[in-house]
């Protein structure tokens, strides 16, 4: 594996990481494995024996082309924590550390939230040296306000996210596993509102995951209902 200095052109600074990605890449790290390695030009969270292991907090699109490159000659794989439980904290003024309130958000991530961001690159989940794992996480979002910025939102701006656990891991290595996560009971075929309603999900991110596992080759269209496309499972 081609492993070079820290200070080549592709290299991206540790000091750009947040407290999420910090943490996620210390709690994930096992002895033995080395950490912000540059294998061909692009620095790696983790290196594994001979496992390229990329942990990712935000979206996936800056990322499409760095893995696709790493995936044609190494082993990659694709971490990526979804909040099952958040804290929101507030924080007073732009340095202080006082905290205002802190309060349990309503809102409760899952693993199929992944779909939301894989649009950037499905097809890459069919190849064979490439898998993505999701982290629940529970998590603390820092906001602070800034009474300048963000007036939509009265000037609180998320500052940063914070790891407070990892709940569960869900490994994807093949498009299989992805077809997993389709409930039994879906009846076909189905359109992306049959889909939402059985995986108790919005239609929009039913639709994104109707498109993911149509690229990666787990459905395929086989008629309309009106103005929908109607989709059953690809035999194994």
């Known amino acids: 594996m081609p492993v070079e200095s820290k200070d080549a052109s592709h290299a991206i600074s540790t000091l750009n990481e947040g407290p999420l990605h910090a943490a996620l890449k210390e709690w994930y790290a096992q002895p ?39 995936a044609q000659s190494h082993r990659v794989r694709l971490v990526y924590p979804i909040a099952c439980e958040k804290w929101i904290v507030r924080m007073k003024g732009r340095r202080s550390k006082k905290v205002l309130g802190r309060r349990k958000s309503p809102k409760r ?26 982290l629940l996480t529970q998590e603390e979002e820092v ?34 596993d992805f077809a997993a996560l ?19 999900c919005p239609r929009w991110l039913a639709q994104k995951a109707a498109y993911c596992m149509r690229e990666m080759g787990v459905l395929e269209p086989v008629g309309k209902r009106g103005n929908a496309v109607l989709y059953s499972r690809r035999p194994s």
């Open 32 to 70: 033995g494995d080395a950490t912000e390695v540059l294998v061909d030009g692009f620095l790696i969270d983790v290196v594994r024996d001979g496992l390229l292991i990329e942990i990712q907090t935000r979206g996936f699109s800056p990322l499409k082309r760095k893995l696709a490159k790493l």
């Open 109 to 134: 991530g899952a693993v199929e939230d992944v779909f939301a961001e894989l649009v950037a690159f499905p097809a890459l989940c069919a190849h064979p040296d490439f898998s993505i794992e999701v």
């Open 143 to 176: 906001r602070r306000q800034y009474p300048d910025r963000a007036w939509r939102r009265r000037g609180w701006v998320t500052e940063e996210r914070r790891l407070l656990d990892v709940v569960e891991r869900h490994v994807f290595g093949t498009p299989a």
């Open 182 to 200: 389709l409930p039994d009971e879906l009846a076909e075929p189905f359109d992306t509102a049959g889909l939402a309603g059985a995986v108790d």
